[in-house]
């Protein structure tokens, strides 16, 4: 069996900077015509001249122009019209962290409350940019998620011209947001699609799996994997790809984050046909993201085969998903 998308993309994802970003930006542009880039570096991306040379950096390490980066900025409630304006032709999207949720948030926002962004928000409305959300309360980890729904709630009705994208969605509470607002979206990663918290801590602990938000209920799996599956036209796939150094995962502080980048496609490749929808799969990784953020990528053709590929031990300091195993799919040479 084989498929060929047509202009993959990659709609949450962390490149870092530095030598990190020199290892894993090939691996996404080996399988993505495009991705958007997550802001959250040390300091975030909060200016044109971070987020042009960041850019420049990206397309640097990549050294191809099949590969579109799509900038993100560091959301913060001091960003006034005329900034939002002259940077507007530079990014896709802006970022919101509330403060401390996750890796590199501290900047993050400490209130989430609607009338405190209000500003911010209208101008991003009326510019039309789109707002990117980690939606997470600072709860009891496995209900953040879960009761973060009322904000999302209350800013898809104050700002019904806004396009908000629920970040890497885990829970069924945030899947029945999709068709309750028309102006909210979501991406969905890899990883939310296969494992729940057994993977992660129901028996030997798997640093490798701990992500934001962390991996949830049998009942969250199935709510994500119908409205994947099945290319539900509001959900689109971001892998939320976080690499970070063996020593930064395999320590009593584990760093949350899971690198897919290298086998994000081929995997979703086996799931889709397992499930007898391969079909569906151009939507999910590619279409539904060009209608939604209203984008024409670069365009490229990947192919993927039901031919197994050994996944290596590490990519330098990365230690990937499915690292020293075989997958059942892989990318056409
Ligand atoms: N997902 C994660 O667990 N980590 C991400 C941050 C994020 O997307 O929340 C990272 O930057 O490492
Ligand atoms: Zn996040
Ligand atoms: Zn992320």
């Known amino acids: 069996m084989k498929i060929t998308l047509k202009s993959p993309l990659d709609m949450h994802l962390h490149l870092r900077d530095d030598e990190m970003l020199k290892t894993v930006a090939p691996l996404s542009s080996n399988s993505f015509c495009g991705a958007l880039v997550m802001p959250n570096l040390v300091p975030p991306v909060t200016d044109k001249d971070m987020v042009k040379s960041y850019k420049g950096r990206i397309i640097e390490a990549i050294g191809s122009d099949c590969f579109e980066p799509y900038m993100t900025l560091f959301f913060q409630d001091s960003y006034t019209r005329a900034f939002l304006e002259q940077v507007r032709d530079d990014i896709l999207a802006v970022k919101l962290y509330p403060a401390g949720i996750t890796t590199n948030s501290e900047g993050g926002v400490a209130a989430l409350d609607v009338e405190t962004l209000r500003p911010t928000l209208q101008i991003m409305s009326d510019l039309k940019i789109p707002l990117c959300i980690h939606g997470e ?10 009761e973060f729904m009322p904000i999302y709630e209350a800013l898809a009705q104050s700002f019904p011209e806004l396009s908000i994208v629920m970040e890497h969605i885990t829970t069924a509470a945030a899947v029945a947001m999709l068709d309750r607002y028309d102006n909210i979206y979501a991406t969905i990663t890899l990883h939310h699609l296969l494992i729940t ?12 799996l701990f992500c934001k938000p962390i991996a949830k209920r049998y009942e969250d799996r199935e709510a994500l994997l119908h409205v994947a599956l099945n290319a539900h036209p509001k959900v689109m796939f971001g892998s939320d790809s976080a690499p970070h150094p063996q020593h930064k995962k395999e320590a009593c502080g584990c760093a949350a984050g899971v690198f897919t980048a290298p ?10 046909a397992n499930h007898g929808l391969l079909d569906n799969l151009q939507s999910f990784v590619s279409n539904n993201a060009m209608n939604i953020y209203n984008i024409t990528p670069p365009v ?14 590490k990519y330098n300091t990365v230690i990937p998903m499915y690292a020293g195993e075989q997958i059942g799919w892989s990318i056409r040479k």
């Open 300 to 313: 490229t053709e990947l192919v993927l085969e039901d031919t197994p590929m050994h996944v290596p031990e």
């Open 137 to 146: 309360s600072n709860g009891f980890v496995m209900d953040r998620e879960q």
């Open 263 to 272: 086998i994000a496609l081929p995997v979703l490749a086996e799931l889709f």
């Open 197 to 208: 918290l057994d993977d992660v801590a129901g028996g030997m602990l798997k640093p490798h």
